[in-house]
């Protein structure tokens, strides 16, 4: 089977880097990988928990930060993202964006960020446990609209439910940028589904979603990190899956429902 990251786990991390924004110490290649596939154009008052990642390599300190994942804001401190978007990384590297329609330039409010806190069970290998949270080092200037904080959901995503995903991710599998924020639709994919799918590679921390059979709208390259909600709430985390909206192969998300004790203890613990 063709993965999305490969079929060895060498390739998995390699292919990943190219589909949902894995961080790669090529500024020229990181800071231009996105938008959503099939999707719309969107304003970010509707999405004011969006962010863009920005990064600088340490191995081009002339480059500006760059746009390489999404995130949704879960606090004035706090920024929750995909585990495998930092990885292997230090604060300094980064800046939040938050307020803009916009994955490049300076729109919006840019904030540093003070500390990384990946899972512990993260694992680059299979993707379990795909989830970080950014503690900023100055507060987000929260106003309810196109900067405010987005509820974690209340219970586990339901096979057929309509969800959102936005960010600034490919056009298509392999395709050029778009700079204004995107949204698509997708509902959910049952655990067995997905998981005859991707020939059981699908936990308990991960679900799925898009459209089995069908295709054509997902999240790609450089979406990693962002927000995938149900009813207005944090459902997900955009973390991999094979090619982009391909018919056999839904995407896959960090699931917050499982997640959500890790979540809130990390919060708790570092305000």
């Not at 049952?190 to 936990?203: P, R």
């Not at 909600?229 to 985390?237: D, M, S, W």
């Amino acid at each position: 089977m063709t993965m999305r990251y490969g079929a060895s786990l060498f390739g998995l991390v390699a292919f990943v880097a190219l589909v949902h924004g894995l961080p790669v110490e090529n500024p020229a290649a990181a800071g231009d990988n996105s938008r959503i596939v099939g999707g719309n154009t969107t304003d970010i008052g509707a999405h004011g928990y969006q962010i863009s990642l920005r990064k600088k390599s340490l191995f081009y300190p002339q480059d500006d930060f760059g746009h390489i994942c999404g995130g949704a804001i879960l606090s004035e401190n706090h920024v929750v993202t995909a585990a495998h978007c930092i990885i292997a990384t230090v604060p300094s590297q980064f800046k939040v964006v938050a307020g803009s329609n916009l994955h490049i330039g300076n729109d919006g409010v840019m904030v540093p960020v003070k500390e990384i806190l990946m899972h512990e069970n993260y694992n680059p290998e299979t993707y379990n446990n795909d989830i970080a949270i950014l503690v900023l080092a100055t507060p987000l200037p929260l106003n309810g609209f196109t900067i405010r904080p987005i509820e974690l959901i209340d219970d586990a995503p339901v096979a057929g439910i309509q969800t959102t995903i936005t960010g600034w991710g490919a056009l298509w599998e392999g395709g050029p940028s778009h700079h204004f924020l995107q949204e698509v639709k997708v509902p959910v994919v049952s655990h067995e589904d997905c998981n005859v799918d991707y020939e059981g590679m699908i936990t308990d921390k991960m679900f799925c979603a898009g459209l089995r059979g069908v295709g054509g709208k997902d999240a790609c390259q450089g979406d990693s990190g962002g927000p995938l909600t149900i009813r207005n709430k944090l459902a997900g985390v955009v973390s991999w899956g094979a090619g982009c909206a391909r018919p056999e192969y839904p995407g896959v998300y960090a699931n917050v429902w499982t997640l959500k004790p890790w979540i809130l203890e990390k919060m708790a613990l570092n305000v």
